[in-house]
DNA sequence: TTGTAAGCGTTATCAA
DNA sequence: TTGATAACGCTTACAA
């Protein structure tokens, strides 16, 4: 049976309930109410006889509106952007959208490749989660001319939505920790600062705390995410000058954290024992790495769903100054900031 | 300026280039050769100057082909999955198809909104990540008409093309190397078997490695994901009783080790020492949980890629009986199955 | 309360 | 080598 299973259009169904397919498409349309019981019951009979379902395509072209809402993601690898992702996809359902995921790998070329695609799709607007982007791909977006709102980061002198964490404020979260913890030498570890806003309002926010205790040290590193040896490097040369008092590091974001955790642990140094450590970002394996990682967690799905939820408001026409909306983060702690 | 920025049709640039949208259609299908050279390039210029990109909407509704492919995924927080959605992705890339990635959270009525969505799409094929969905959630998906390939695991009495690891090799492999290290009582822990047909050929193969040795002890035993009670009293009674042989674990996938980890982590028996401990699925970091965590890798972004290639020959009209193509996977050892 | 017809942006058919 | 024109499946005036 079941041949080639040629999809029914509305004609078919139109056909079926001898009716013309102006009634059955204020059916679907929910103008029920001036259809007569009987044709409503018609209709209703053979579209379940038909087992149809309308185009979507069909619809989108006709009306202007795909209902589509392009996500730009720089590296899905990363469990931060997979958290934001399944807060966006709840708002879209919830919304009535659908969802085009395009994950760039953080290459200029793909990137490009799906902004083509998602204007060929005629997406009524897009959500960039810029964590891990590099500033080139990111700086590219700017020609987008749809909605867009950031998730994360901004864009330096480009005036767009951004949501994301209260970065001053959970910097100094996580400061005020580790001195209360008795930490008295911190390093704060991050990817190079460029002009990347997050990574800036962190440190920002760190040392405004250390200023606040003169006695205390107080100190930074840039590294990038795949550079081993200059990692091991800056963490040696920080332990071996200040292995007397009690030291920490403070890593600005999760893949640095893991990054961190893995020369560590080729140096032989012990979290929570010979250094304490804090990262920004919740790991999943943070309870099962030595004592444990002292980590600081950022409401992911919450930050996913309020961005989708601001791309709508400025596709129904919200004109007004583009804003930016920050949540708390929260600190968990574990071993490896425990006091002595 | 750049007011309302109404999207140019092809029309427009008909139009502009002062010709029929035949043509300029032609243009865009790659048949340029019938066109004079001077036509050619004013449908260029025009092409460029409005920033025209045809509307895939249009074109798939004219075409009756939508080049889009459905991605049913039914846990997205599960690393497994992102690596696999990665390779598909970059065969959707080299083959021209786009991607529209369903997450249906295990849930029937999530996976069945996203089939809803799909089929009003017109997608043309679909694959299924089924690591980790629910027998009912999967089987579910039998209703499907479209060209469809099923990752990782099989729906019983459904045929089906299937793209997965060769489970019995890769647990012949895990098997021998404990044994090789010297652990003389493996318990092998699983999720509920059911009919899950990868569990199933792991576990037999398995039992055949042991029941070569008939003076080991092997034993097996069941538990869901989110039970860590019954997790502890499994691997507690397990110890007691072999604590005086030299024991390990050989967990079924990854998202169990991550259990089994913090099982034992909470219980305080050191994988390594007290216990081997094997798991199939590389995790990021299992180099980072105490002396690091031995796991059997799969090749999940070929895996993906093969999947994806697999339903394009289905789509494009391949006809012959359902394939089952597997793959091997590879021992990382680390120091939680080291020799004494 | 119902139906006819035009049109959304493409491609395919056919004629020039 | 070109270009009208008719679909594709749907929504929406407008008419009845």
Redesign the pocket.
């Known amino acids: 049976m079941n041949r080639k299973a040629a999809?029914a259009?509305?004609?078919d169904v139109a056909k079926t309930a001898k009716?013309?397919?102006?009634?059955v498409?204020?059916y679907?349309?929910g103008e029920q109410h001036?259809?007569?019981t009987?044709?409503r019951l018609r209709i209703k009979t053979a579209i379940e006889a038909l087992n149809y379902r309308?185009?979507q395509m069909?619809?989108s072209?006709?009306?202007?509106r795909t209902k589509l809402i392009g996500l730009i993601i720089a590296d899905i690898t990363n469990p931060y952007s997979v958290d934001v992702m399944c807060g966006i996809e709840a708002a879209c359902r919830a919304r009535g959208f659908t969802l085009l995921i395009c994950n760039t790998n953080n290459k200029v070329d793909q990137e490009q490749y799906y902004l083509n695609l998602l204007s060929s799709y005629q997406v009524e607007g897009i959500v960039v989660n810029a964590v891990g982007m590099h500033e080139e791909v990111l700086n590219h977006l700017q020609q987008t001319l749809l909605p867009m709102v950031l998730i994360d980061r901004k864009i330096p002198d480009f005036n767009c939505d951004v949501v994301g964490l209260n970065n001053s404020e959970a910097a100094q979260l996580a400061t005020g920790h580790l001195l209360d913890q008795g930490y008295r030498s911190l390093l704060f570890v991050t990817e190079p600062l460029g002009l990347v806003n997050t990574r800036n309002e962190r440190l920002n926010a760190f040392n405004t705390v250390m200023k606040r205790h003169p006695a205390y040290h107080a100190e930074q590193a840039e590294v990038t995410l795949n550079d081993p040896a200059t990692l091991d490097k800056i963490l040696t040369d920080f332990y071996q000058r200040h292995r007397t008092e009690r030291c920490a590091l403070l890593v600005v974001n999760g893949a640095l954290t893991l990054q961190v955790a893995r020369s560590m642990k080729r140096l032989g140094l012990i979290w929570g024992e010979q250094m304490g450590l804090l990262g920004f970002d919740e790991l999943e394996w943070a309870e099962l790495a030595g004592v444990g990682i002292t980590t600081l967690k950022q409401p992911t799905w919450q930050i996913g769903y309020s961005a989708l939820e601001q791309v709508i408001r400025r596709i129904d026409g919200d004109n007004t100054p583009a804003k930016e909306q920050v949540y708390s983060g929260e600190l968990i702690v574990r071993g490896s900031t425990r006091k002595e």
């Open positions: 999809r259009t509305i004609s009716t013309g397919k102006t009634s498409s204020r679907l349309n001036v259809l007569s009987d044709l309308p185009s069909a619809r072209l006709k009306r202007g």
